[in-house]
Nanobody, 124 residues
Framework: QVQLVESGGGLVQTGGSLRLSCAAS????????MGWFRQAPGKEREFVAY????????YYADSVKGRFTISRDNAKNTVYLQMNSLKSEDTAVYYC?????????????????WGQGTQVTVSS
């Protein structure tokens, strides 16, 4: 069993920054790609970013590319999402998820474990 716990969400002003963390329980954490997704009020959940098992490759949604950075520290079993230049459109619940392979994808249905989510609110 794999447990994922997100933290670091909160209220931030437009243009500000926030760093989200996702702590994983499994000792084989480094064998799997990890992703971040988000769900805004009244909207469907959407892909944000993913990172491969080694951290050597990353992929971002067009809406966040250049502003967000996904990273991982396998020694700490933790994935991060650094969010800069935040906009009101970034307001959402952010979810961490594990991909069943080492390489990841942007397809939500492929991920097999999910965290409970952390709220990010960007004020005007």
């Amino acid at each position: 069993q794999v447990q994922l716990v997100e933290s670091g969400g909160g209220l931030v002003q437009t243009g500000g920054s926030l760093r989200l963390s996702c702590a994983a329980s499994g000792r084989t954490f480094s064998n799997y790609a990890m992703g971040w997704f988000r769900q805004a009020p009244g909207k469907e959940r959407e892909f944000v970013a993913y990172i491969t098992w080694s951290g050597l490759s990353t992929y971002y949604a067009d809406s966040v590319k250049g502003r967000f950075t996904i990273s991982r520290d396998n020694a700490k079993n933790t994935v991060y999402l650094q969010m800069n230049s935040l906009k009101s459109e970034d307001t959402a619940v952010y979810y961490c998820a594990r991909h069943p392979t080492r390489y990841g994808s942007s397809r939500e249905y492929e991920y097999d474990y999910w965290g409970q989510g952390t709220q990010v609110t960007v004020s005007s």
